[in-house]
């Protein structure tokens, strides 16, 4: 059974900054491409970045490019989403995914095949 465990969110001030990890287990890490997605109170969850397997592909959101970094240790079985100069705007609840299939869209909330509980992130102004 594969198990998703996010950790990091909390509160912080516009401008700061957060890094929310992602420990997968029960799974072959190193075959999944992973993605952190998030959802709003009264919103759709929607994507905020992907990195391949390998690692040498990333994919972002247009509203966080140049603020959030995505990355992974397959040696960790970990993910990381290194979130900057956070926006009130950012706030929502925070979901890393996991999914095998390499062929479909890879910023689809859909296409994923296993989630974590979600961590909750709030930026203040």
């Known amino acids: 059974q594969v198990r998703l465990v996010e950790s990091g969110g909390g509160l912080v001030q516009a401008g700061g900054s957060l890094r929310l990890s992602c420990v997968v287990s029960?799974?072959?890490?190193?075959?999944?491409?992973m993605g952190w997605f998030r959802q709003a109170p009264g919103k759709e969850r929607e994507f905020v970045a992907a990195v391949s397997r390998s690692g040498l592909s990333l994919f972002y959101a247009d509203s966080v490019k140049g603020r959030f970094t995505i990355s992974r240790d397959n040696a960790k079985a970990t993910v990381y989403l290194q979130m900057n100069s956070l926006k009130p705007e950012d706030t929502a609840v925070y979901y890393c995914a996991a999914r095998e299939s390499a062929i479909v869209r890879i910023t689809y909330t859909r296409n994923y095949d296993y989630w974590g509980q979600g961590t909750q992130v709030i930026v203040s102004s």
């Open positions: 029960g799974g072959t890490f190193s075959g999944y491409d």
